[in-house]
């Protein structure tokens, strides 16, 4: 619970999730959107305290399941990156206080990818969540849906050489043989 917040279990077991949620509360955001939402979004829990959150997948049936768990204020369905391109059109810089891209920016070609962080950056928001595997990571849960599909690999360096704060989280395995990068791109 956001409002409830506990740092003692936030320092015992860091979260990137709760960090940020605790950012947006502190920091007075009232409203935000989360982009490729899925059916489970980080933001879900700020509608209790008083954030406007509103969905944008380009899933019917996932916008369909987050309405009957009644995750946002609003909802859209259609392409994240034309979804961004009319927000920009219409001159919506600072009307978005939160833009959420959690798992999404893997399942875009890099390009694509790039022109999601430029679009994102040009609303000019407070807060800025985006979560992603670390390099090119294949799902082998996607069962053929090609919405699911990985098509570019993120790297921290690529988002600290943009401005971003890059919080790291998880376990990176190395096979034999083989070296893990550092956060700055070194071996």
Not at 121 to 144: A, C, D, K, M, W
Request: with cysteine; glycine share 10%.
């Amino acid at each position: 619970m956001v409002a409830g917040y506990d740092s003692w279990i936030q320092s015992l077991c860091p979260s990137p999730t709760r960090y940020f949620q605790r950012l947006v509360v502190e920091s007075g955001c009232r409203k935000a959107v989360d982009l490729g939402c899925g059916s489970n979004s980080l933001l879900a829990p700020l509608q209790r305290v008083g954030v406007h959150c509103t969905g944008v997948d380009a899933s019917e049936a996932v916008l369909r399941e987050c309405r009957q768990r009644d995750l946002f204020d609003e909802y859209a369905c259609c392409d994240v990156l034309e979804w961004l391109r009319n927000e920009a059109q219409r001159g919506s810089q600072q009307l978005w206080n939160v833009v959420v891209a959690s798992h999404l920016i893997e399942h875009l070609e890099r390009e694509a990818g790039e022109e999601l962080l430029r679009l994102v950056e040009s609303l000019r928001p407070r807060l800025i969540y985006i979560g992603t595997p670390y390099g090119f990571v294949q799902p082998h849960h996607y069962q053929g849906d090609p919405l699911q599909a990985h098509r570019s690999g993120w790297f921290p360096w690529d988002f600290a050489a943009r401005g971003y704060s890059v919080y790291g989280m998880g376990v990176r395995a190395c096979a034999p043989g083989q070296t893990s990068s550092g956060l700055d791109g070194s071996s």
